[in-house]
């Protein structure tokens, strides 16, 4: 039976949730490895999966330790990697990662090179939301709704969603530009 999407309510526990994950991933990650909260359970007030997304940033994917990930409670999913937005022309690399689950609280590790298009995305996005309300709270009306319309369907839901984000990163990236934001030291 395939598992349900549901968007629940920001939960006060996400940030400390987060905190012990972290713990986790820092005994297992290659030296110098930053550890960043992304995602929407990052986005104080902001509705979500009860997902917790973390993303750890290395040198080189290669550098990464499965087993020991998993002595921490993680397992690797292989073949995945990020989308392209629409009308961007990216190398593979841009877009390569790794993937793990945890058999714990639910979590998503995604394992992204520093400097590589994916791994800013992620930080810039949650920096956006976080200080756009309007953009959050329409993002998470969307949310709510394909979880509603397509419960059950996972591809559905991100078919919909991935580009709604990248609408958000057009938002975001001008936002960077005009600010001069720049990737936030480890959390």
Same mark, same amino acid.
């Given at each position: 039976?395939?598992?349900?999407?549901?968007? &629940?309510?920001?939960?006060?526990?996400?940030? !400390?949730?987060?905190?012990?994950?972290?713990?986790?991933?820092?005994?297992?990650?290659?030296?110098?490895?930053? &550890?960043? $909260?992304?995602?929407?359970?990052? %986005?104080?007030?902001?509705? +979500?999966?009860?997902?917790?997304?973390?993303?750890?940033? &290395?040198?080189?994917?290669?550098? %990464?330790?499965?087993?020991?990930? +998993?002595?921490?409670?993680?397992?690797?999913?292989?073949?995945?990697?990020? $989308?392209?937005?629409?009308?961007?022309?990216?190398?593979? !690399?841009?877009?390569?990662?790794?993937? @793990?689950?945890?058999?714990?609280?639910?979590?998503?590790?995604?394992?992204?090179?520093?400097?590589?298009?994916?791994?800013? @995305?992620?930080?810039?996005?949650?920096?956006?939301?976080? !200080? $756009?309300? %309007?953009?959050?709270?329409?993002? &998470?009306?969307?949310?709510?709704?394909?979880?509603?319309?397509?419960?059950?369907?996972?591809?559905?839901? @991100?078919?919909?969603?991935?580009?709604?984000?990248?609408?958000?990163?057009?938002?975001?990236?001008?936002?960077?530009?005009?600010?001069?934001?720049?990737?936030?030291? +480890?959390?």
């Amino acid at each position: 039976m395939p598992t349900l999407i549901e968007i &629940v309510p920001a939960q006060p526990s996400w940030r !400390t949730d987060f905190e012990t994950l972290k713990i986790a991933i820092l005994r297992a990650a290659p030296a110098g490895s930053r &550890v960043h $909260h992304i995602g929407s359970t990052a %986005v104080p007030g902001l509705a +979500a999966k009860d997902i917790i997304d973390i993303q750890l940033t &290395v040198e080189k994917l290669d550098s %990464v330790n499965d087993g020991a990930l +998993a002595t921490e409670g993680f397992e690797r999913i292989r073949g995945l990697a990020d $989308h392209c937005p629409p009308g961007l022309q990216l190398d593979e !690399t841009e877009l390569k990662k790794r993937f @793990y689950e945890s058999r714990g609280r639910p979590a998503n590790l995604h394992v992204r090179e520093g400097g590589r298009f994916n791994q800013r @995305y992620a930080l810039l996005c949650r920096d956006y939301l976080r !200080t $756009h309300p %309007v953009a959050a709270a329409a993002y &998470v009306l969307i949310k709510e709704r394909l979880a509603r319309r397509a419960p059950a369907d996972e591809d559905a839901y @991100y078919e919909i969603k991935d580009p709604v984000f990248d609408i958000i990163m057009a938002g975001a990236s001008e936002w960077a530009a005009r600010t001069a934001w720049s990737e936030p030291p +480890a959390d």
